[in-house]
């Protein structure tokens, strides 16, 4: 388990991390959210020991990193793809780590055939693709078969079959009762692999729930209809206690039932619809709702493009979704 209690990080009068309080629990994937800046990667550094905090303290396994014994057979990490040596090749780099925590040398193969490495175990990472980076980087968080693992961005540079892999792993490791801690800008692959969520925004904490909780509570379900005959649909609606929407392009939205009903009452009063579509939402749509006011770069979109959550009135995908990312997403 990992527990942070009121973990604070000032750089003179900047707050990178504002009072940081929630655990990080086993045999779930805990997707760690923020927009770029948020304070993720700050956090990340005081779990491992990399930067001490102003104020507060963090725990693993209920005591701070640098009193564990050996490290890696406690809390495996994935901070930065590339910092492997570039000229010692994967295998002894490998082996370094291993050495170094008294982890046995038949290891190094193992993991190296786990993360699809095996064939290149003896090559110098210099020559090794983002992918393949990456996976070293893996690599190296399971060497010590820890506990807790901790992963910033795993799917970067990983190809659809990598990322598929990535995914099972995260969600194997949790279901074996490890603790699971992922951060990432990419919403739809946090939809699939993580149980809980932890959002943070300037460096503050948003959320720290489920993640079809988080959803229900911060994203728009709705039923898009459209019929010849709108006025008399609304009529219809209004006359059951609801209320729809009318779009630009024509379209009805309702909110509060459930497409079976509309698509009933609409039947009643002899409607014909040329549409009747439950529309979910989405972690994106929630996540970008509940972190607006978070977001510190904003892009602007021309108003023709609509509204939405992607207009100028809100955060463009760059903004709050990770089309890039900071110095310290």
Known sequence: MIELAGLTKRYGATTAVDGLTFAVRPGLVTGFLGPNGAGKSTTMRMILGLDRPTSGEVLVDGRPYARLPDPLTTIGALLEAR????????????????????????????????????????????????GMGQRLGIASALLGDPRILMFDEPVNGLDPEGIHWIRNLMRSLAAEGRTVFVSSHLMSEMAQTADHLVVIGRGRLLADTGMARFIEENARTFVRVRTPEPERLLGALAGAGLTGERRPDGGIEVEGAPAARIGELAAAHGLVLHELSPRQASLEEAFMRLTRESVEFQAEFPAASGSGPGSASGPGPGAGSGAGRGADG
Do not use: W, Y
């Not at 190296?112 to 290149?120: I, P, W």
């Open 83 to 130: 910092a492997a040596h570039p000229g010692r090749p994967a295998h002894h780099h490998l082996l370094c780590l291993a050495q170094s925590n008294g982890i046995p040398r038949r290891r190094v193969g193992e993991v190296l055939e786990l993360v699809g490495l095996s064939g290149v175990g003896r090559k110098r990472p210099r020559g090794f693709s983002l």
